[in-house]
């Protein structure tokens, strides 16, 4: 791992555990186990390091979510990586809003260009477009949950929930 990712990782590790109020450049350097100045080589400031985190943790969401879809070439197949994706990585990006609503909602502009591409191809993705989108909220919605711990749906309920979700992103099949 590069150390731009490590001192990206560290912001959410405070963020995880202490809050985005503790979010600082010495904060962030501490917790990287660097200097402040090692940490100003790799970012002039607060906002490009989360600016440069969000970029990463993006790009490794597409990336996950283009090696799932490789693996299904059926109706539904982008549905379904955004799905697993989102659902198994949910601090990953979390982190970076919390940061990016906190600090200048300008930051959030990247995540909002992603969603607009992956709502478009979620709507060409060979299923029912308002049904594909139905689920998209509904996968959204149970991350936003699992965030805030809104009631999250645990146990069997969260499974059933889940398999039901996935059967949708199925009913098209040819």
Known sequence: MD??????????????????????????AKEAGMSKGGLLYHYPNKNALIEGGIKGVLENYAKEMENLNSQDTQNGHFLRSYAEVSLNNPQQLTSGLLAAISTNPELLQPIQD????????IEEDGLD?????????TIDGLWFCDLFGLAPPEGELRKD??????QLTQTEQE
């Open 3 to 28: 150390k731009k990712m490590e001192l990206f990782e560290a912001a959410q590790r405070i963020i995880n555990s202490r809050g985005v109020s503790h979010l600082t450049l010495e904060n962030i």
């Open 114 to 121: 992603h969603y607009q591409n992956w709502q478009g191809k």
């Open 129 to 137: 477009p308002v049904l594909a989108t139905i689920v998209r909220l």
């Open 161 to 166: 929930l889940l398999e039901r979700l996935f």
